[in-house]
């Protein structure tokens, strides 16, 4: 089959590969829609930005068809359409049985450190998937992983209605952050975006502004008197910034991830705002919440996806995510 394999420094080559085959325990997948994330940027950047074990097959935000089941396996059915957590949790290991799931121990990420989604075929243990209606289109499927990331993030601020929100990053993630918040009542919502193409995007999904970092700096006091209730770091490396947009007793979520970022902090603005800065990272439990949000179309989410591509021009597609010029591109292998 042909996939879209990282080489190592930079290189990501989409050539042929065997079919993989399902373990006992595992099924076989074939793979309908796979998104490009924010982490499949990083994992090709120079030097990288996340982790990974090449040569592997890269993408896990995906939907397809299971077709083929391992012999252990009795309660997925073949035919049967899901989504996948990507990140397998052990459910033995001391975080998994302290309600942490997301800080399992034994997690061996798809498309980060076992093959991935960006491919005909692609396998994964039975217990990660999750069966998805076949009325919601394969595009929109595929965002179900990020969006059970967002949910997490959002269940994490703890957002009341009418609370007010700074977004910085207006990608994929800080549009679903966006949307959710928008669906969980908040009241005005900022998105900080350098990228022209991505603020029309930020208004679709919920924003009520969405201003350039440069705007923000000179309008942040008129924009959002007091400061923000919720801040949301989309980006991975805006802490600074997003300590200083938020108001006292606001809460923090750091989302983004960048390896490289080493921000300096003003650490004084947090005690004296009373802060909360909290981590969020993959999903908790929270497949279920964000497949019943795709299916039920709550949330505006189809003016995020700005191309579907065939597998052969996953590079150039990549590069659109990394140019700032796309939201979200999904690949059709
Ligand atoms: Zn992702
Ligand atoms: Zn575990």
Not at 46 to 62: A, N
Not at 65 to 73: D, E
Not at 246 to 262: I, K, L, P, S
Not at 297 to 314: C, F, K, Q, W
Request: hydrophobic share 45%.
């Amino acid at each position: 089959m042909r996939a879209a394999v990282y080489e190592g420094e930079g290189r990501l080559v989409v050539r042929d590969v065997p079919d993989p085959v399902p373990a006992a325990d595992e099924v076989m997948i074939e793979v309908e829609a796979c998104g490009v994330c924010g982490s499949d940027v990083q994992i090709i950047s120079v030097p990288p930005g996340h982790p990974s074990t090449p040569p592997v097959v890269i993408g896990h935000e995906f939907v397809g068809w299971v077709r083929a089941t391992g012999s252990a396996v009795h309660d997925v059915a073949i035919g049967a359409r899901v989504v996948v957590d990507p990140d397998p949790k052990c459910g033995a290991c001391d975080p998994c049985r302290s309600g942490r799931p997301a800080n399992c121990v034994n997690i061996v990420a798809l498309g980060v450190y076992r093959d991935g989604a960006l491919a005909r075929y692609v396998t994964t243990p039975a217990d990660s998937v999750y069966p998805i209606s076949t009325d919601v289109p394969a595009e929109l499927a595929a965002l179900v992983e990020p969006l059970a990331c967002v949910v997490n993030g959002t269940n994490r601020a703890a957002i009341r209605p009418g609370e007010s929100a700074v977004v910085f990053g207006a990608g994929a993630i800080g549009c679903l952050f966006i949307a959710v918040l928008r669906a969980s009542g908040a009241g005005r919502i900022v998105a900080v975006e350098p990228s022209a193409h991505r603020a029309p995007v930020a208004r679709a999904v919920g924003a009520d502004v969405v201003v350039t970092p440069e705007e923000w700096v000179a309008q942040r006091t008129e924009l959002m008197p007091g400061g923000a209730e919720v801040v949301v770091d989309a980006v991975g490396s805006v802490l600074p910034q997003a300590i200083e947009a938020a108001g006292m007793g606001a809460r923090v979520v750091m989302f983004g991830m960048n390896g490289n970022a080493r921000p300096e902090v003003h650490q004084v603005e947090i005690v004296e705002k009373g802060l909360a800065i909290l981590g969020s990272y993959i999903s908790n439990f929270t497949f279920p919440a964000a497949i019943r949000l795709v299916e039920s179309g709550r949330l505006n989410l189809a003016p995020m996806i700005t191309a579907t591509v065939p597998l052969e021009d996953a590079v150039a597609g990549i590069a659109r995510i990394r140019s700032g010029e796309a939201v979200k591109i999904v690949i059709k292998p």
